[in-house]
């Protein structure tokens, strides 16, 4: 332990050290907080960066373990949480200038949670205005960059969160996801990103397949985390009943792979044709589940795009009614991109956005039927490699914003629980000799949160190491 630095270690290694009396929730604060002013001026990842109130909360906490009595699972664990989950008495932009910058009345239930398992919040970490973008691309925030290629976007719309995870901002990190928001920026920042079920992690406010989640170095850290975030909240009223899950077999049992029926989902069916390093990347992860006695079945898409389509301008039509309930400087505030995109759904009549919000329910029939001859299914994350850094998405286009989606949206829509986890690098479209991580797709039914989590763990131990993470660019 004493040759990772300790910014460097996972949850459950601070937890071990603090209990040991190896180093203190203070020590590791103050590493993280270095770790951050060296990174922070080439990646943009945090928002309230505020080191008085992150080191008060770790001196809170070394006091209790000082005395033996820790007040929760993540007593004096690092943690971020994304701009757009409340804490108490602090605006919630959302990414954009448009907002008041009114103070949250109280914690939203991610937030909740994490302070009452005793965790250090250091920092909240930046999104793309409204979280419409699969980018760092804010009018509210400096834009965020990826730290393996800072020509490159660390993806969206947990964009900071990402790039601060790979960063090393310390081991845990808060993010959402409507239709890929946890997992894209997962995959191009190489690290785990999870999207529950639906309804397993309460949030406020809930919304038609929006989920909160973990994006961590590990599984197991993520796991950890779960085990803090699934706790009950009546403010949630799409919440799952409360279930007694060990999650802790996320890390300490292994997952017999034997048999398992897994579908290979190499071609989404809509948006981008998938690149082919990534291909080659996830076709090997399928070869490693196969080793193992897992039934890896190649799968026909199940998506199409036609239900993107219908998806996009669901989205479009809310997106512009929003935007028209805003005051005329307000509205003039948000990104141009976002702009055009939702102003294109003027035109739409009545009988266009009922066709569009019923592309939801289609897709999530077709998600459930494609999925019920398999355990889980494995796919990419994103089709490509990540876009260049103040590019709002893959393509540059407003009106084409998402079709780098079609491996993730559906298992927003479906309710499925799905997770990223890294398979492998590809070379940098930006910087010649840089490499980029490239993230699987594990998905699994319904509720089956924790064995999408041993999937993912099963996956890391035939992976093998990762790569090293990203250092700190010069000055030069």
């Known amino acids: ?68 009595e820790p007040c929760g699972a993540l007593d004096g664990v690092p943690i971020t949480v994304k701009e757009n989950i409340a804490t108490a008495g602090d605006p919630v932009p959302l990414g ?19 302070r009452e398992a005793g965790a250090v919040i250091v920092a909240k970490t930046t999104m793309p205005d409204y979280g419409m973008l699969s980018s760092g691309l804010s009018t509210f925030h400096a834009i965020s960059r990826n730290p393996w290629d800072v020509s490159r976007t660390p993806g969206g719309s947990s964009a900071g969160a990402g790039a601060a995870a790979a960063a090393g901002y310390g ?10 928001s946890i997992r894209l920026p ?60 060990d999650w802790s077999l996320a890390w300490r049992a292994d997952k017999p792979l034997k048999g398992v029926r897994i579908g290979l989902l190499l071609e989404a069916g809509c948006g981008l044709a998938v690149e082919p390093a990534i291909r080659v990347a996830v076709e090997h992860a399928a070869h490693l589940f ?26 479009r039509m809310r997106s512009m009614l929003d935007l028209d309930a805003l005051a005329p400087a307000a509205r003039d505030s948000v990104l141009p991109v976002i702009r055009e995109w939702a102003e294109s759904a003027r035109g ?42 103040d590019w709002p998405s893959p393509t540059n286009d407003p ?7 079609g491996f993730t949206v559906p298992f927003n829509i479906g309710e499925q629980p799905a997770v990223s986890v890294n398979c492998g690098y590809m070379d940098s479209p930006g910087t010649p ?10 998905a699994g039914q319904r509720f089956d949160d924790l064995g999408v989590l041993q999937m993912a763990r099963a996956f890391e131990q035939l992976r093998g190491p990762q790569r090293a993470w990203p250092a700190v660019p010069s000055k030069a």
Request: proline letters at 10%.
């Open 433 to 442: 000799g840089a490499a980029l991580p490239i993230g699987l797709q594990i």
């Open 186 to 245: 997962a995959a191009w920042c190489g690290i785990v990103g999870l999207k529950p079920s639906l309804g397993r992690v309460p949030i406020d406010p809930p919304y038609m397949g929006r989920a909160a989640g973990p994006m961590t170095r590990s599984v197991a850290d993520a796991a950890l985390l779960m085990q803090v975030l699934s706790r009950p909240d009546a403010r949630d009223s799409m919440a799952l009943p409360p279930q007694a899950i």
């Open 290 to 315: 196969e080793a193992q006695g897992a039934v890896v079945t190649p799968m026909p898409p199940f998506m199409t795009p036609e239900l993107l389509a219908g998806l996009d301008h669901f989205w």
């Open 1 to 68: 332990m004493s040759h990772t630095a300790l910014h460097d270690l996972g949850a459950h290694e601070l937890l071990a050290g603090y209990r040991a009396r190896t180093f203190s929730p203070l020590d590791v604060a103050q590493a993280v907080l270095a770790q951050i002013e060296r990174w922070e001026p080439h990646i943009a990842a945090t928002w309230l960066l505020r080191p008085e109130l992150a080191l008060a909360q770790a001196r809170t906490s070394e006091a209790r373990w000082a005395r033996g």
């Open 96 to 114: 954009t200038r448009a907002v008041a910058l009114a103070p949250a009345a109280a914690d939203a239930p991610p937030a909740a949670r994490v």
């Open 348 to 389: 739409m009549s009545g009988a266009d956005v009922f066709r569009a919000y019923a592309a939801t329910h289609t897709t999530r029939v077709a998600t459930n039927a494609a999925m019920q001859a398999f355990d889980y299914v494995i796919s990419p994350v994103s089709p490509n490699a990540p876009a260049p850094f």
């Open 399 to 405: 009106l084409r914003g998402l079709e780098h989606i």
């Open 171 to 180: 081991p845990l990190h808060l993010g959402t996801d409507i239709g890929g």
